[in-house]
Protein backbone atom coordinates (compact mmCIF):
# COMPACT_ATOMS: atom_id res chain seq x y z
CA UNK A 1 0.00 0.00 0.00
CA UNK A 2 2.65 2.23 0.65
CA UNK A 3 4.40 1.72 -2.61
CA UNK A 4 1.84 2.55 -4.24
CA UNK A 5 1.17 5.84 -2.33
CA UNK A 6 4.56 7.09 -2.90
CA UNK A 7 3.98 6.29 -6.93
CA UNK A 8 0.84 8.30 -6.88
CA UNK A 9 2.80 11.48 -4.96
CA UNK A 10 5.38 11.38 -8.18
CA UNK A 11 2.91 10.85 -11.16
CA UNK A 12 1.11 13.92 -9.05
CA UNK A 13 4.03 15.97 -8.41
CA UNK A 14 5.94 14.75 -11.69
CA UNK A 15 6.77 18.34 -12.62
CA UNK A 16 7.72 19.77 -9.69
CA UNK A 17 10.00 17.43 -8.56
CA UNK A 18 11.59 17.37 -11.74
CA UNK A 19 12.38 20.73 -11.42
CA UNK A 20 13.76 21.09 -8.10
CA UNK A 21 16.28 17.95 -8.69
CA UNK A 22 17.35 17.91 -12.33
CA UNK A 23 19.86 20.62 -11.93
CA UNK A 24 20.99 20.04 -8.66
CA UNK A 25 24.73 20.02 -7.98
CA UNK A 26 25.52 16.36 -7.32
CA UNK A 27 29.08 15.65 -9.30
CA UNK A 28 31.40 15.16 -5.84
CA UNK A 29 29.45 12.19 -5.44
CA UNK A 30 29.08 10.89 -8.86
CA UNK A 31 32.37 11.19 -9.59
CA UNK A 32 33.12 8.97 -6.15
CA UNK A 33 31.02 6.64 -7.36
CA UNK A 34 32.29 6.56 -10.86
CA UNK A 35 36.16 6.53 -9.62
CA UNK A 36 35.31 2.84 -8.44
CA UNK A 37 34.22 1.61 -11.89
CA UNK A 38 35.99 1.11 -15.15
CA UNK A 39 35.74 3.59 -17.94
CA UNK A 40 33.44 1.23 -20.07
CA UNK A 41 31.14 0.16 -17.16
CA UNK A 42 27.45 -0.72 -17.08
CA UNK A 43 25.49 0.98 -14.41
CA UNK A 44 21.77 0.75 -13.37
CA UNK A 45 20.42 4.14 -12.43
CA UNK A 46 17.56 2.43 -9.84
CA UNK A 47 14.63 4.92 -9.15
CA UNK A 48 16.21 6.91 -11.53
CA UNK A 49 13.47 10.40 -10.69
CA UNK A 50 14.43 13.29 -13.19
CA UNK A 51 17.71 11.56 -15.14
CA UNK A 52 20.37 13.41 -13.70
CA UNK A 53 22.71 11.08 -12.86
CA UNK A 54 21.88 9.17 -16.24
CA UNK A 55 22.62 12.13 -18.07
CA UNK A 56 25.86 13.00 -16.15
CA UNK A 57 26.97 8.80 -16.56
CA UNK A 58 26.38 8.75 -19.96
CA UNK A 59 28.55 12.37 -20.51
CA UNK A 60 31.20 10.37 -18.94
CA UNK A 61 31.10 7.58 -21.53
CA UNK A 62 29.57 4.95 -19.13
CA UNK A 63 26.68 2.34 -20.25
CA UNK A 64 23.46 3.41 -18.49
CA UNK A 65 19.89 1.64 -18.31
CA UNK A 66 17.43 3.73 -16.33
CA UNK A 67 14.51 2.69 -14.84
CA UNK A 68 11.69 4.11 -12.19
CA UNK A 69 8.76 3.47 -10.85
CA UNK A 70 6.69 6.51 -11.88
CA UNK A 71 5.29 6.43 -15.53
CA UNK A 72 5.65 10.33 -15.35
CA UNK A 73 8.96 10.54 -13.76
CA UNK A 74 10.07 8.34 -16.73
CA UNK A 75 8.43 10.35 -19.45
CA UNK A 76 10.20 13.36 -18.31
CA UNK A 77 13.70 11.56 -17.72
CA UNK A 78 13.53 9.56 -21.09
CA UNK A 79 13.23 13.12 -22.87
CA UNK A 80 15.78 14.56 -20.57
CA UNK A 81 18.60 11.91 -21.14
CA UNK A 82 17.88 10.60 -24.95
CA UNK A 83 17.70 6.84 -23.44
CA UNK A 84 14.11 5.05 -22.93
CA UNK A 85 13.64 5.04 -19.21
CA UNK A 86 11.79 1.68 -18.05
CA UNK A 87 8.97 2.06 -16.02
CA UNK A 88 9.62 -1.05 -13.51
CA UNK A 89 8.83 -1.24 -9.40
CA UNK A 90 12.51 -1.93 -7.63
CA UNK A 91 10.84 -5.53 -6.36
CA UNK A 92 10.60 -6.55 -10.37
CA UNK A 93 14.70 -6.39 -10.51
CA UNK A 94 15.68 -9.57 -12.09
CA UNK A 95 18.46 -10.13 -13.74
CA UNK A 96 22.01 -11.79 -12.70
CA UNK A 97 25.78 -10.06 -13.04
CA UNK A 98 24.86 -7.67 -15.72
CA UNK A 99 26.01 -4.79 -14.28
CA UNK A 100 29.61 -3.30 -12.75
CA UNK A 101 27.46 -0.60 -10.26
CA UNK A 102 24.07 0.04 -9.65
CA UNK A 103 23.11 3.79 -8.62
CA UNK A 104 20.48 3.85 -6.06
CA UNK A 105 20.43 7.56 -4.90
CA UNK A 106 17.14 8.50 -2.54
CA UNK A 107 15.08 5.64 -4.06
CA UNK A 108 15.22 2.47 -2.30
CA UNK A 109 14.84 4.61 0.78
CA UNK A 110 10.68 4.58 -0.20
CA UNK A 111 10.59 0.71 0.44
CA UNK A 112 9.39 -0.51 4.15
CA UNK A 113 12.09 -2.88 5.78
CA UNK A 114 11.00 -6.58 4.93
CA UNK A 115 11.05 -5.15 1.04
CA UNK A 116 13.98 -3.69 1.44
CA UNK A 117 15.98 -6.37 2.22
CA UNK A 118 14.46 -8.44 -0.80
CA UNK A 119 15.31 -6.01 -3.28
CA UNK A 120 19.17 -5.45 -2.13
CA UNK A 121 19.43 -9.34 -2.61
CA UNK A 122 18.21 -8.67 -6.10
CA UNK A 123 20.58 -5.81 -6.32
CA UNK A 124 23.61 -8.00 -5.16
CA UNK A 125 21.96 -10.42 -7.96
CA UNK A 126 22.16 -8.27 -10.41
CA UNK A 127 25.73 -7.25 -9.82
CA UNK A 128 28.71 -8.71 -10.98
CA UNK A 129 31.56 -9.97 -9.02
CA UNK A 130 33.39 -7.22 -6.77
CA UNK A 131 30.41 -4.49 -8.35
CA UNK A 132 29.40 -1.78 -6.62
CA UNK A 133 26.01 0.09 -5.13
CA UNK A 134 26.14 3.58 -3.95
CA UNK A 135 22.46 4.34 -2.02
CA UNK A 136 21.36 7.03 0.39
CA UNK A 137 18.85 7.42 3.15
CA UNK A 138 17.26 9.92 5.07
CA UNK A 139 19.16 9.88 8.88
CA UNK A 140 17.85 8.58 11.62
CA UNK A 141 15.26 5.72 13.06
CA UNK A 142 12.02 6.62 10.91
CA UNK A 143 9.51 4.47 8.94
CA UNK A 144 6.60 5.42 7.93
CA UNK A 145 4.78 7.91 5.82
CA UNK A 146 5.97 11.72 5.31
CA UNK A 147 4.30 14.03 3.16
CA UNK A 148 2.61 11.63 0.69
CA UNK A 149 5.13 9.06 0.45
CA UNK A 150 6.53 6.02 2.27
CA UNK A 151 10.56 6.54 3.87
CA UNK A 152 12.63 3.86 5.99
CA UNK A 153 15.21 6.30 7.27
CA UNK A 154 18.59 4.83 7.70
CA UNK A 155 21.64 5.14 10.58
CA UNK A 156 24.86 3.45 10.25
CA UNK A 157 23.69 0.91 13.26
CA UNK A 158 20.32 0.10 11.72
CA UNK A 159 21.82 -0.47 8.23
CA UNK A 160 24.48 -2.32 9.44
CA UNK A 161 21.72 -4.51 11.41
CA UNK A 162 19.88 -4.71 7.64
CA UNK A 163 23.07 -5.67 5.80
CA UNK A 164 23.80 -8.78 8.37
CA UNK A 165 20.45 -10.13 6.24
CA UNK A 166 21.80 -9.38 2.86
CA UNK A 167 24.08 -11.90 1.67
CA UNK A 168 27.21 -11.12 -0.22
CA UNK A 169 27.66 -7.26 0.52
CA UNK A 170 29.56 -5.40 2.60
CA UNK A 171 29.93 -1.79 3.33
CA UNK A 172 32.91 -0.29 1.79
CA UNK A 173 32.43 3.28 2.75
CA UNK A 174 29.82 5.62 4.74
CA UNK A 175 29.61 8.93 5.18
CA UNK A 176 26.53 11.47 6.62
CA UNK A 177 26.03 14.63 4.67
CA UNK A 178 24.01 17.51 4.57
CA UNK A 179 21.13 17.89 1.89
CA UNK A 180 22.35 19.11 -1.54
CA UNK A 181 19.00 21.05 -2.20
CA UNK A 182 18.56 25.04 -1.45
CA UNK A 183 17.61 25.69 1.95
CA UNK A 184 17.60 22.02 3.02
CA UNK A 185 20.79 21.90 4.44
CA UNK A 186 19.60 20.86 8.08
CA UNK A 187 18.10 17.59 6.47
CA UNK A 188 20.85 14.85 7.16
CA UNK A 189 21.86 12.10 4.76
CA UNK A 190 23.37 8.74 5.29
CA UNK A 191 25.41 7.75 1.85
CA UNK A 192 26.75 4.35 1.31
CA UNK A 193 28.99 2.54 -0.90
CA UNK A 194 28.81 -1.11 -0.84
CA UNK A 195 30.67 -3.59 -2.55
CA UNK A 196 29.56 -7.16 -3.97
CA UNK A 197 32.04 -9.82 -1.96
Known sequence: MEHNNTLAYYNNYAD??????VSV????????????????SYILDFGCGSGRDTKYFLEQGYHVE???GSAELCKRA???TGIQVKQMLFEELAVADK???IWACSSIL??????LEKVMQKMVTALKKNGIIYTSFKY???????NGRFFTDMTETTFADLL???????????????DVRPGRSEEKWLNLILRKR
Open 78 to 80: SQY
Open 16 to 21: EFYRST
Open 164 to 178: QRVVGLEVEEQWVAS
Open 140 to 146: GNFSGER
Open 25 to 40: EFTTVQDHFLAKLEKD
Open 110 to 115: HLPIDK
Open 66 to 68: AVD
Open 99 to 101: YDG
